[in-house]
């Protein structure tokens, strides 16, 4: 059939049945991007397909990773560079319109991850199929990177499964699982990942037909009545969460799916004028920039096997509980130890919670809370490769357990030379104490180092990997290696008081606490700090964090950084407030949520308030890189979005600096010093090139 056609992307071939099976296995590269070359020789296959017509079409992928992971963001930036986007969004419009306009049943074969221009070639086919596993996610993220779907998402998707479902899946740019594709009508039939070729095949013999009332639900929804009537109550719902200022896409997707008639052709056409548009914007810029910054986090280890089977975690408390829970949820054994069993279980009870919200069968919760287990007399040490300390913020009860971590733990050989490829890592999650301080606990402390994860764990991306100047280099390979086999982003950071993202997040918290002690009133500061960008004000965040922790966390970073502990948080914690988990800190919190003070409308704010909350981050950050704390600029940004939310259409704290220029940010941190006080004097490593 395809005689004279070579593919180096594609491997097609037609079977007994007369179904071609087509597979996506992008040469030289671990996953399937839709890169040009491969949208080219796809067009080519097509052609040759309407042409012979076949019994039908299934499209898969041959990478183990998954169906595809969406467009090729490198050459995307690259046609932003020279000016060619548009082109490059109508070349894969008029693909995918190749695809959908065959008149043959075609069928999209999903595994693993599916997201973005993958997500979109899988609409362009007549029927999907999923594998039913924990790695099928179906998406359509691109709103996350500044833009929104250009190669036909925005115009299929909700004739499919209705407007309202497919306006929240595109506007937040969350992934289904296979289970909730199904329920949705995203996919028309669920597989075994093993049978998911064959299952395909048989959609083409027997092709499944959707419901009366769903082709009338997805027809009624995009009537044009009912888009006019719906925009509006859909944008007003997306302006309650993010600004249209600052993240543009979300709302020109709305106004793009508004004006959208009943033409293909025409929503194409309005599609692509606006990636076209957004694509150009600040806020893609850096939202793309933050997503390479990711993929260099991530890739951190290189090609290094972490060895890692058995975590055991000292320290059931939230962290402790929590890291456990994680590390169980991704497919690690753990022994969870604490003094007694009444600390434990509270934890195993979280845990159970976690599986069943992300895991949903009960096989799956199952096995998940059966690779979890009570290890009251710390036998698990001796069999684990990572012991993770995660008891209360006490430098000498935290050497104490590190100590007999590592007298239990496998290390050395006969001859007690270090073995770094095959010992036993012991890591600290302290979230402020220097690791030169905790080293001396040590016989060996090659193989130890900090893992400082952030609550909640199952929600933040980061883990600090905390080094010091006797860390092995390939145990923190190795850490690093695991850290993303978790499903979290490693980032390497010098073990100095608070590392990185503690250090630069606390005068920013200390500030709003100073300002609260003045009388601005909390809900005008949090409006303050979420009007530049940030995704929560500080007097939440501090209630969110608990002020227990963020009081231990200022006493042990105060001194250094030269900070005083404002009046206003000891109080509370000695009154037992210590905020959200309490239901009572700054805030009174109800069902997990803070009640909020009404302020009245004639309070004025005082203008240099969201200076004076923002600055100290800023200039905390050029502290850290002058130091050294990270290895460079990019990363320190990336860090700090990753672990503090920081605005990150603003692309991190240096990325600002850079936009703003660091003239005109010093002079600023010069005048509120004036007005303010030594605090906010410039520190040193404004004049670095990097910030210029």
């Known amino acids: 059939m395809f005689e004279g056609l070579r593919f180096s992307h594609w491997q097609a071939a037609r079977d007994g049945n007369g179904i071609v099976v087509l597979a996506l296995d992008r040469a030289g590269s671990s996953v399937n991007a839709l890169s040009r070359e491969v949208l080219e020789e796809l067009d080519a296959i097509l052609e040759r397909v309407a042409i012979e017509r076949p019994v039908g079409l299934v499209i898969h992928s041959a990478k183990p990773s998954g169906f595809t992971v969406g467009a090729d963001l490198k050459e995307f930036v690259e046609y ?100 909730r594709a199904l329920v949705d009508g995203l996919v028309d039939r669920l597989a075994a990942p093993d049978a998911l070729l064959e299952e395909a095949k048989q959609l083409v013999a027997y092709p499944v037909h959707r419901s009366t009332g769903q082709r009338a639900l997805a027809w009624l929804t995009n009537t044009w009545p009912a888009r006019q009537i719906l925009a509006p109550i859909v944008r007003r719902q997306t302006a309650a969460r993010v600004s249209p200022q600052h993240y543009p896409a979300p709302f020109a997707l709305i106004d793009v799916w508004r004006r959208g008639g009943s033409d293909i052709a025409q929503r194409l056409k309005l599609e692509a004028r606006s990636v076209v548009k957004l694509a150009a914007t600040p806020t893609a810029h850096n939202l793309i920039r933050i997503f390479f910054l990711r993929e260099r986090l991530r890739g951190l280890a290189g090609d290094t096997a972490h060895g890692i089977r058995h975590v055991h975690v000292v320290g059931a408390g939230v962290m402790g509980g929590d890291i456990a829970a994680w590390s169980a949820l991704r497919g690690f054994e753990v022994t969870l130890q604490d003094r007694e069993m009444k600390f434990v279980q509270p934890a195993l009870d979280r845990a159970r919670e976690l599986f069943e919200k992300k895991l949903k069968t009960p096989e799956r ?81 090659q193989r130890f180092l900090g893992l400082h994860f952030f609550n909640p764990v199952a929600q933040m991306p980061l883990v600090e990997v905390v080094r010091h100047d006797r860390l092995d280099p390939v145990i923190e390979k190795r850490a690093l290696a695991w850290v993303r086999a978790i499903g979290k982003i490693p980032l390497p950071v010098r073990g100095t008081p608070g590392f990185l993202v503690n250090r630069i997040l606390m005068p920013y918290l200390l500030e709003a606490v100073r300002c609260h002690v003045e009388g601005v009133p909390d809900p005008v500061i949090d409006r303050a700090s979420k009007r530049f960008g940030m995704p929560m004000g500080p007097i939440e965040l501090a209630d969110t964090v608990g002020l227990d922790v963020a009081l231990s966390v200022s006493r042990e970073l105060g001194p250094f950084l030269g900070l005083d502990l404002p009046p206003g948080i000891a109080d509370k ?56 704390v990270v290895d460079d600029a990019d990363l320190l940004d990336a860090g700090v979005i990753f672990g503090t939310g920081f605005a990150p259409f603003r692309g991190g704290p240096i990325q600002y600096i850079r936009t703003t220029g660091a003239d005109v940010i010093r002079s600023k941190l010069e005048t509120l010093a004036q007005r303010h006080g030594e605090r906010f004097m410039p520190k040193p490593g404004w004049d670095d090139p990097a910030l210029r």
């Open 573 to 628: 914690v000695d009154a037992g407030s210590r905020g959200k988990k309490d239901g009572r800190g700054f805030y009174v919190w109800k069902d997990g949520r803070p009640q909020k003070p009404h302020v009245d409308a004639g309070y004025r704010a005082p203008d240099d308030l969201e200076d004076r909350l923002i600055l100290p981050m800023l200039n905390e950050a050029v502290s850290c890189l002058h130091e050294g």
């Open 365 to 445: 919760v199952a096995a998940a809370s059966a690779r979890l287990r009570a290890d009251i007399e710390g036998n698990g040490v001796s069999q684990a490769q990572l012991a993770i300390e995660a008891i209360y913020e006490n430098p000498e009860a935290k050497k104490r357990v590190l100590s007999e971590i590592e007298g239990k733990s496998k290390s050395m050989a006969m001859d007690d030379r270090f073995h770094a490829q095959g010992s036993a890592l012991i890591a600290t999650n302290t979230s402020s104490i220097p690791l030169d301080e905790l080293r001396v606990a040590f016989s060996h402390p």
């Open 80 to 179: 932003g560079r020279a000016g060619t986007v548009r082109e490059a969004i109508e070349r894969g419009q008029r693909v995918f319109e190749r695809l959908a306009c065959l008149s043959i049943p075609t069928v999209a074969a999903i595994h693993g991850a599916c997201m973005g221009g993958g997500t979109e070639l899988a609409l362009a086919c007549r029927m999907r199929i999923a594998a039913r596993a924990p790695e099928t996610r179906i998406g359509l993220p691109e709103v996350q990177l500044g833009i929104h779907p250009g190669w036909g998402g925005s115009a299929r998707l909700p004739r499919l499964i209705g407007a309202p479902k497919a306006l929240a899946m595109m506007l937040t740019g969350r992934a289904a699982s296979a289970e």
